[in-house]
């Protein structure tokens, strides 16, 4: 997958894999504005025109980030099953860009129900279970490609929503 770099040089030298916060300190000054606006996405039309990606899908996650994901949370992995992934989708025009849910957003108020299922103290705000609230948007996806008329509304709903979002520049 084709992105523009947006962090320094060995970012993750001293850490290993994780995933970007809000004012994550690897993240250049020029990463920062093409992560709000999302302009780092722009080179994976290559991705699209290669065939390996589609404008709009569940997007991708880092294979070694997935498979932790996988073992975190359950069904992770059929989020992309059958699905090409996209440059754009339903969550990355609903959820923040490291998915957790707006604060005016519909999910919002279900957040508590749906975040540190098991109630341990110290896990608020958790990779996770942004990841999972990312998985419900990205399995509506799914679920609405199995009747035509309701895949070509929210497809055509997320083609609309993206660039008001990159205008927006609702970034992490």
Do not use: W
Not at 86 to 105: E, N, R
Not at 121 to 126: H, K, L, R, S, Y
Not at 143 to 165: C, H, Q
Request: glycine share 6%; with cysteine; proline share 8%.
């Amino acid at each position: 997958m084709l992105k523009f770099r947006s962090m320094k040089p060995d970012a993750e030298k001293h850490t290993g894999i994780v995933v970007a916060t809000a004012n994550d300190p690897r993240i250049t000054r020029v990463g920062k504005f093409l992560r709000k606006t999302r302009l780092d996405e722009l080179p994976q039309f290559f991705n699209v025109l290669m065939g390996h990606m589609s404008i709009v899908g569940p997007r991708p996650e880092r294979p070694e980030l997935a498979e932790q994901l996988a073992m975190a949370i359950p069904y992770f992995e059929e989020r992309m099953r059958d699905v090409k992934p996209g440059i754009t989708g339903l969550a990355q025009v609903s959820l923040s860009y490291t998915g957790k849910p707006l604060p005016d957003s519909v999910i919002a108020k279900f957040e508590p129900d749906l975040t540190n299922p098991f109630k341990m103290e110290g896990t608020e705000d958790a990779l996770a279970d942004h990841m999972r609230i990312k998985l419900l948007y990205d399995l509506a996806y799914c679920m609405a490609m199995e009747d035509l008329k309701s895949f070509l509304a929210m497809e055509l709903g997320i083609l609309v929503r993206t660039p008001f979002v990159m205008l927006r520049a609702l970034g992490t």
